[in-house]
């Protein structure tokens, strides 16, 4: 046992231990409760982007809007970016890793300054209770800038996750208006978590409550849910055709949870508001507080990229959106200062 702690990665911890080690265990008030679980019809919107070019452009850009007001949390479909691009992506993600241990080490690193790094958790050198997760965090735009830093094994790496990033920055259209003079010199980075079986997921998370600190992010995750956003003060999850297949196991009394959950339709993907969006909007548009949870079964992956300001930008809202019934509800700052 004293062997298997000093693992550097919690991939290559979990498989040695029967139970979740002390230091990714929550005080009981701040763990996973299934009675804070919302009941509710289960709907976020699900936007079809497909007719985002033609006569509906103004009615979809409104459904945007109104998703970013109402949910902070929308779906989109016919977003452009193939399927095989998308599978590509989920395969060489689990292929990184189930690549031997001293391979991914190649990738390690706990400085979270580093622009492509592999570490675990969240931040193994100020938290006092891990998160049950590994990550490979890596910056891509622009690509050439970052891409020889990247993994080179598995071979095909560096290739299937360029042609991913690029088509999801194509796909999101960030060349436009103000959003995009805002910015700065803008960033684009990603992060692949990998999340583990968990023996005793209602002791622990793949990430706690938090909100993103970047403008927007786009998730894509496989078929093993996990993510969970608040709303009206309960935990609303994600599932795939209403099966509430969360990984933990629930107790007796929890009952329907079919009713439960947000239907997630393969091949879409989901679009959250970050904390910057919240500023540039003057609180119009809302970062919500969001979680992942662990599976007890099976292991889980998901897809993050995140689009984000220059560190030295200045975020500040958009001055048409300040009249009499909505002042300024934020002072200018830059995007480091906040991160």
Known sequence: ???????????????????????????????????????????????????????????????????????????????GIPETIINNMLSIARAFFKLPESERLKSYSDDPSKSTRLSTSFNVNTEKVSNRRDYLRLHCYPLQDYIHEWPSNPPSFREVVAEYCTSARGAWGLQRDYIDKALGK????????????????????????????????????????????????????????????????????????????????????????GDQMQVLSNDRYKSVLHRALVNCDKEHISILTFYCSSPDAVIAHAKDLIDERHPTVYKNFTYSEYY
């Not at 002390?22 to 005080?27: G, H, K």
């Not at 103004?58 to 998703?67: P, R, T, W």
């Not at 509430?244 to 947000?262: C, D, K, M, Q, V």
């Open 1 to 79: 046992m004293a062997a298997a702690t000093t693992k550097l990665l919690l991939s290559d911890l979990a498989s040695t231990v029967k139970s979740v080690p002390s230091n990714y265990i929550r005080p009981i008030s701040d763990r996973p409760n299934l009675t804070e679980v919302q009941i509710s019809d289960g709907s976020i919107p699900l936007i079809d982007l497909q007719v985002l070019d033609g006569p509906r452009r103004l009615d979809i850009i409104k459904q945007i809007g109104q998703a970013c007001q109402h949910d902070g949390f929308f779906q989109v479909k016919n977003h």
């Open 186 to 273: 803008h960033g684009q980075h990603m992060a692949l978590n990998y999340y583990p079986p968990c023996p005793q997921p209602d002791l622990t998370y793949g990430l706690p409550g938090h909100t993103d600190p970047n403008l927007i992010t786009v998730l894509l995750q496989d078929d093993v849910p996990g993510l969970q956003v608040l709303r009206k003060g309960k935990w609303l999850p994600f599932s795939l055709d209403y099966d509430f297949r969360i990984g933990y196991r629930p107790h007796t009394h929890i009952h329907n949870f079919e009713s439960l959950a947000i239907c997630l339709i393969p091949n879409t993907f989901i679009v959250n508001i």
